[in-house]
């Protein structure tokens, strides 16, 4: 029996009190995300279990007991405050998937403080345009990526710490601090935050549709939907070993890497390395990873090597698994079935929307292509793309959208109020996403509604590759869409018209390509790069990606005036 038992019984007869009563939620004042993921399940009887199991890449294992995550948090929040970090300061957590990477989240929830984690692969100048916009006091790093941090700090006057987790005196420029989490004065106890169920706790940057990206924040209630969100679609029991393939510099890795499986008190299992499918078997295999969490991309990868290397390992462990990110395609559905007797369950959420809205249910039926059905407490529709009326007729594709109120909803865009009230359209919140829902109330993924690329579960902005196109010496004018690709669904092609006097050869392609891995990430670099004498623009002068767009994808655009306001 799964944890949510008959979707429709819960659906039917739902409140989000379940899961604060469950969590005791607010006992004594208390809202803090950081208690219910560490001292709450050590005061009840459980810091002995184990929390997080760590691999690295090369292969070194560390263990971390609940004891354990609560005093190394509690370390790391009284560091903090000593060093001058106070409530509601905006904290960076720059760093790969390390142990301190997941304790310090916490460490810095206990202050009060706002945690910012981005993805380590970002490059300078996409970790400043986050780190600017969001006026971040302190950035929590290592030695491998303090050099990006080094090269902007003197254009980012707000940011006064620079510490670095793993480092020491030799290491550090002038101005940065070393703190070594196992090395330092243990705190046993620290006082908690407690200013309550309203206070920020994570800022996660995300792109848009125009401008560069945005921070959605989220406050402490969001715990009510994490955590039964873990319990319910997840379906994490304490006696789990859970792994969620997302690293915490996207949503997925602090919802659900994070904060949703330890207020469940499960043990998780982190591995710090990129994808291989040999590695990714063995670890399942050696940890006895009994629920998993990845993505669709990780799924074909894993499709494409065949079978033969599955039949190598013992996977008979695999209990559960469950997809996120980009469309779950009905193939991958069969081929985990049959490979792994258990189908993969696809789930539909946000940065937004801060945990699961839209999932199929451990014991519901699949209808394999389907995102299923909404998580109880959560009323989604697809609305008219014109109107915002919620559409009756089943099979006929709207908008996906949301009744505003459930607990992680995003409270804000970070100094961006006009870009957060347009996100709400005739009382409903708007994800940007097009679908249909048939008969049965399953939802059937259409696309997105704007240009955003979404390059295997990651999203990224087209406007942020075309700013950083243009620091190109060469560049005069581009443009950015995603392609389609078989296994990362999209990845982004630039159109790029260069400066007289300059040529359009490999080497040019090859440096672009570099110059926009370096500054913003691999995930940003093109793929494809196709010199064009000019671009396509509306009367106005603006380009038309769309138009661009729609042919990489085959689509007919019909006639092109309707671009004009876009
Ligand atoms: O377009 C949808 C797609 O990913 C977007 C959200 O991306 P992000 O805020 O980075 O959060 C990712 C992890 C929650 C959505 O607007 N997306 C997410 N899940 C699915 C999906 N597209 C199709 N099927 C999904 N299950």
Known sequence: MSN????????????????????????????????????????????GRMAMIWESFKGEIR?????????????????????GIERGDRVCIFMDRIPELYISFLGILKLGAITQPLFSAFGEEALFTRLEDAGTKAILTTRKHAGKVRRIKDRLPALKHVIVVDGDALSLKPGEIAFNMEKAVRFDSFDIDRAGPEVPSVLHYTSGTTGQPKGAMHVHSSLLAQYLTAKWVLDITPDDIYWCTADPGWVTGTSYGIIGPWSCGVTQAVLDSGFSTQKWYQFIEKHRVTVWYSAPTAIRLLMKDGNAV??????????????VGEPLNAEAVVWSEQTFGKPFHDS??????????????????IKPGSMGKAFPGIIAT???????????TPGTVGLIALKPGWPSMFRAYWGNEEMYRSKFRNGWYICGDRSSIDAEGYFWFVGRDDDVINTAGHLVGPFEIESALLEHEAVAESAAVGKPDPVNMEVVKAFVALKPGYEPDADMELSIMNFIRKKLSPLAMPQEIEFVDSLPKTRSGKIMRRLLRAKEWGQEIGDVSTLEND
């Open 4 to 47: 949510i038992g008959s979707y429709d019984k819960r659906y039917g007869n739902f409140d989000w009190k379940i899961s604060a009563d469950e969590l005791e939620y607010g006992k004594d004042g208390m809202y803090n995300i950081a208690y219910y993921c560490s001292d709450r399940i050590v005061e009840k009887g459980f810091g």
């Open 63 to 83: 263990r971390f007991t609940y004891d354990d995550i609560r005093v190394y948090s509690n370390t790391f929040a009284a560091f903090l405050k000593d060093t």
């Open 310 to 323: 599955v039949e190598q390992h013992d996977l008979s462990c695999l209990r559960h698994l469950i997809s």
């Open 348 to 365: 539909y959420w946000q940065t937004e929307t801060g945990a699961i809205v839209i999932t199929n249910y451990p014991g519901m039926k």
């Open 382 to 392: 697809v609305v008219d793309q014109r109107t915002f009326q919620p559409i009756t």
